[in-house]
């Protein structure tokens, strides 16, 4: 794979001329969905993320488009006070670094076209193809994806992660998982959100829509410094 070159949480895609960066689920508002469940946490994360898209910008520059896979947002029904400031404010630091933003919908942002209207060069779509790549959340499949000029299927939704042992403790690192499917290349990005490492797919599964033998796909756990690396399939890792 070329033209993807892994940067921390995110890809840098290079496909018809255009450097695309394509970001994981985000959950803009969950803190103050913890508020309202009586769980009392500090609102840092909009800051620690903006900080950490500062590192990863420092690492490409500028590029073309970004594109977010899907839940931008985290409550379901509605639109909260932190959602419309963190997500208004994280399209205006992106739109400094790039010329569009294309949000490919994830199951969590079934009311966010008021938000997104409120800025222009920002799309909403079901899925968005470039060239060979398609882009899409993971929870839903399209017809429109098996079209043979499609090579690439870059997704989130899953939040995948991996529990690694150094024979005393076991600690749980957010990772990539790369396989394929039907003859395409399957990559399954990470959550950029930071609460959580996210799930084991040798433990739970991770709700996308294909039945993935994800025991042959490629893990590449993010390390420190926007780092990579590359543990070999997951079928092989011990638990």
């Known amino acids: 794979m070329e033209n993807v070159k892994f940067v921390g949480k995110c890809l840098l895609i290079g496909e018809s001329g255009k450097r695309i960066l394509a970001v994981g689920d985000l959950h803009l508002g969950y803190e103050e969905h913890l508020n309202q469940t009586g769980i009392f946490v500090s609102r840092k ?42 997500v208004l404010g994280l399209f205006d630091y992106l739109l400094e670094r790039c010329k569009k933003i294309v949000i490919v919908k994830g199951n969590h942002d079934n009311i966010l076209e008021p938000i997104v209207n409120k800025r222009e060069n920002v799309d909403l779509e079901d899925f968005y193809s470039a060239g060979e790549f398609c882009f899409l959340h993971g929870d839903k499949d399209f017809d429109e994806i098996y079209d043979k000029k499609i090579k690439y299927w870059v997704m989130g939704h899953g939040h995948p992660a991996v529990k690694i042992s150094d024979g005393i403790k076991v600690e749980k690192y957010k990772c990539f998982l790369a396989g394929k499917f039907k003859g395409k290349s399957v990559l399954i990005v990470p959550s950029f959100f930071s609460y959580n490492e996210g799930s084991d797919p040798r433990e739970n599964e991770l709700g996308l829509a294909w039945k993935f033998n994800l025991d042959r796909f490629e893990v590449r756990v993010v390390g420190k410094n926007l780092k990579v690396l590359d543990f070999g399939r997951l079928g092989l890792l011990r638990l």
């Open 45 to 86: 994360m909009f800051e620690e993320m903006i900080e950490e898209f500062g590192k990863i910008f420092e690492n490409v520059g500028r590029v073309d488009e970004i594109v977010l896979l899907g839940d931008v947002k985290h409550e379901f029904g509605g639109i909260m006070r932190q959602e419309w400031s963190d």
